[in-house]
T-cell receptor
Framework: DTGVSQDPRHKITKRGQNVTFRCDPI?????LYWYRQTLGQGPEFLTY????????KSRLLSDRFSAERPKGSFSTLEIQRTEQGDSAMYLC????????????????FGPGTRLTVL | DAKTTQPNSMESNEEEPVHLPCNHS???????IHWYRQLPSQGPEYVIH???SNVNNRMASLAIAEDRKSSTLILHRATLRDAAVYYC??????????????FGGGTRVLVKP
């Protein structure tokens, strides 16, 4: 399967613990996005990479959240000192975009990581 | 950012067409109209997009009003697999903000056998 993959698919943690999620995009895609989705709502943008550069961060991304894409391939999203309000589905997407344009590049989404903070 | 307004839910019978409206009265000249859908327990998937002219692909058709303040996604023959939440999204072609997708609440489509 050459789609976007995310690991783990489910994560249950206790409040205050740190968690890390991984996203493997489609191999030739230079853009990678993280979104968060709570029950009954549409996904909300968190952050976006073009290759290894993090170009935009939402104000939803508090200082407890950090995302990396060290070699422009896979990405990790870490949440430190988790809170119950962090419980959500974390979605990763990738796309192929030309540098310097927003374009209409279709975003391909992974299946998501469902986080439950107890 | 220009916003979109969609009905919360719609019902359809299997094998019948479904017309999903979207209002975007504050659309700018450089906004493309995109549709994504999210099947149960899956990430969203792209359906179709357009700027001014009507568009067709294997999944659906997109009808765009002449003043571009509204659009309609048309599923020609709904199947049970089309039951999903459908999101109408505006993406600015020029601005860097167009890189991200801004989802609203979407329309939940129920297809009855």
């Amino acid at each position: 399967d050459t789609g976007v993959s995310q690991d783990p698919r489910h994560k249950i943690t206790k409040r205050g613990q740190n968690v890390t999620f991984r996203c493997d995009p489609i191999s030739e895609h230079n853009r990678l996005y993280w979104y968060r989705q709570t029950l009954g709502q549409g996904p909300e943008f968190l952050t976006y990479f073009q290759n290894e550069a993090q170009l935009e961060k939402s104000r939803l991304l508090s200082d407890r959240f950090s995302a990396e894409r060290p070699k422009g391939s896979f990405s990790t999203l870490e949440i430190q000192r988790t809170e119950q309000g962090d419980s959500a589905m974390y979605l990763c997407a990738s796309s192929l975009g030309l540098i310097g344009t927003s374009g209409n590049n279709e975003q391909f989404f992974g299946p998501g990581t469902r986080l439950t903070v107890l | 950012d220009a916003k979109t307004t969609q009905p919360n839910s719609m019902e359809s019978n299997e094998e019948e067409p479904v017309h999903l409206p979207c209002n975007h009265s504050t659309i700018s000249g450089t906004d493309y109209i995109h549709w994504y859908r999210q099947l149960p327990s899956q990430g969203p998937e792209y359906v179709i997009h357009g700027l001014t002219s009507n568009v067709n692909n294997r999944m659906a058709s997109l009808a765009i009003a002449e003043d571009r303040k509204s659009s309609t996604l048309i599923l020609h023959r709904a199947t049970l697999r089309d039951a999903a939440v459908y999101y109408c999204i505006l993406r600015d072609l020029i601005k860097a903000a167009g890189n991200k997708l801004t989802f609203g609440g979407g329309t939940r489509v129920l297809v009855k056998p």
